[in-house]
């Protein structure tokens, strides 16, 4: 069974730093894509990070580049996301998705989820 457990969230001051952490078990970081996506009130859920040892690299839209950056540490099977500069744009229930195969930007494309957490920017 395949589980992700996300933590790390809360409140952070707009120009801040967050980490975010996602273990991950009952799969192999062979042959799954871990990606991190995040949802606002009434907005769709959208990636902002992924990453694939089978493609052998990480994956950030232009929305985020250069803010956030996802990582893997394999001892410890867990993927983190790390938040720079944080903005108000960026106050979301973030989660961490898993999937058979290559990163994709769809959530649809993603069987596996986390729970979700809150990440919230104050101005």
């Known amino acids: 069974e395949v589980q992700l457990v996300e933590s790390g969230g809360g409140l952070v001051q707009a120009g801040g730093s967050l980490r975010l952490s996602c273990v991950a078990s009952?799969?192999?970081?062979?042959?799954?894509?871990i990606a991190w996506f995040r949802q606002a009130p009434g907005k769709e859920r959208e990636d902002v990070a992924c990453?694939?040892?089978?493609?052998?690299?990480?994956f950030h839209p232009e929305s985020v580049k250069g803010r956030f950056t996802i990582s893997v540490d394999h001892a410890k099977n867990t993927v983190y996301l790390q938040i720079s500069n944080a903005t108000p744009e960026d106050t979301a229930v973030y989660f961490c998705?898993?999937?058979?195969?290559?990163?994709?930007?769809?959530?649809?494309?993603?069987?596996?989820w986390g729970q979700g957490i809150q990440v919230t920017v104050s101005s």
């Open positions: 998705g898993a999937r058979w195969g290559p990163c994709a930007k769809l959530a649809a494309l993603y069987p596996y």
């Open positions: 009952g799969l192999n970081f062979a042959d799954h894509s």
């Open positions: 990453i694939s040892d089978r493609e052998n690299g990480s």
